[in-house]
């Protein structure tokens, strides 16, 4: 049986250009479906069970974010439920990943995928519970439905709390992530869940970009648009995901705000503030420094040594997620990142990072917001 290498499923992504010897399979990274970004990759070979693979990435250098090639191990999974690292090199031109299949099928991935079908049985599941209801906010470009769901019983001054995640289709982690804090959430054996329930209503998109998700897009949406560069003024014609949930939230108002991505490059969990708005107070910094400490408590793979840093106030800044909300709402306002390589504080050489321990950070970060929203009552 030849070797056969196909990528026409969910956020499948692959050009293939030779597969006849499998020392020396050659790939290019697929661009993202409407915009010159190459990063995400994802598919299937078959026939090459006891066969040694190398499998070469050759335009992997002209990727977006070259430097997160830099050790960083693959993704591979025999059934798409346990995923594992692979040997994974790159020399600054060329990123190849050399491995021996156990089955005749094997997956590829740039990150342990989170499928369209997983994310209807994430807002299908959440539904039956009482305390949840999911409201469509309508259609994306490519017919999608953008779903919210609405988590504890809104009443009259309980704090609103906002989280929304995969901006960028590609940072699967952060749609894991929102699975196990929803569960962790709803899990009536957990305090943290079971207290905040009674005293905020959470307002959930799980996915901001179905469109990109199921194209196998790392960033943009149909439209070529990078949405974490669209809330200071999008439209229905090339960022409705952006338009329908600002929509939403000036209806509602919002007294947290969380925006969940992955980071390329930094092998760590860290968050990013507002610090570069005009409006930026002492009782702001105090406000997201608290919700720091709080979240380095609640888990340690949480972490604020190492980010972004501080960055200056451009035009760019307020059409970013984050630092729009915490103008327009003047409430704290996080973005949170998650690795697609590792935690280098705590690796795990077969895992690396990956969708459980997503989920598991994911239901930590109810501590902190708990305690944040007690505090600023």
């Given amino acids: 049986m030849p070797i056969k290498i196909s990528h026409q499923f969910d956020a499948g992504a692959i050009d293939v250009l030779r597969a006849d010897d499998p020392s020396a399979i050659d790939l290019n990274i697929r661009k993202d479906s409407a915009a010159d970004i190459i990063q995400w990759f994802y598919f299937r070979v078959q026939g090459a069970k006891a066969t040694p693979l190398t499998m070469n990435f050759l335009n992997a250098g002209q990727a977006a974010y070259p430097d997160g090639w830099k050790d960083y191990q693959a993704a591979a999974s025999y059934d798409r439920e346990t995923w594992f690292r692979v040997p994974t090199s790159y020399d600054g031109k060329t990123m190849t990943i050399e491995h021996t299949p156990e089955y005749d099928s094997v997956y590829y991935a740039y990150f342990e995928p989170y499928s369209w079908e997983r994310h209807l049985a994430l807002l299908d599941n959440a539904q039956l519970n009482d305390y949840v209801r999911m409201e469509d906010l309508g259609s994306t470009l490519d017919g999608h439905d953008m779903n919210l769901l609405v988590i504890g019983e809104p009443e009259e001054g309980k704090p609103k709390v906002w989280v929304i995640a995969r901006q960028h289709p590609g940072e699967t982690m952060a749609e894991w992530f929102v699975e196990g804090m929803v569960d962790a959430l709803l899990d009536v054996a957990n305090p943290f869940g079971r207290q905040l329930l009674q005293e905020a209503v959470f307002y959930v998109v799980p996915n901001m970009n ?168």
């Fill in 210 to 377: 179905p469109d990109g998700s199921v194209r196998g897009n790392l960033r943009t949406n149909a439209a070529g648009a990078n949405l974490n560069r669209e809330w200071l003024n999008p439209t229905m014609e090339r960022s409705p995901e952006v338009f329908l949930v600002l929509n939403k939230m000036k209806q509602v108002g919002c007294d947290l705000f969380l925006d969940i991505h992955g980071d390329e490059g930094l092998p760590y969990v860290f968050t990013a503030g507002s610090e570069a708005l005009e409006s930026w107070s002492k009782a702001d910094a105090q406000r997201q420094q608290d919700f720091v400490e709080a979240f380095k408590i609640a888990s340690p793979d949480f972490q604020d040594e190492f980010g972004y840093g501080e960055s200056p106030l451009t035009p760019e800044t307020l059409t970013m997620g984050s630092p729009h909300i915490s103008h327009a709402f003047g409430c704290l306002s996080l973005t949170l990142e998650m690795p697609f390589k590792d935690n280098a504080n705590d690796p795990d050489p077969v895992t690396g990072w990956d969708g459980a321990r997503s989920a598991r950070l994911g239901a930590a970060i109810l501590q902190p917001v708990l305690l944040s929203l007690r505090a600023n009552a």
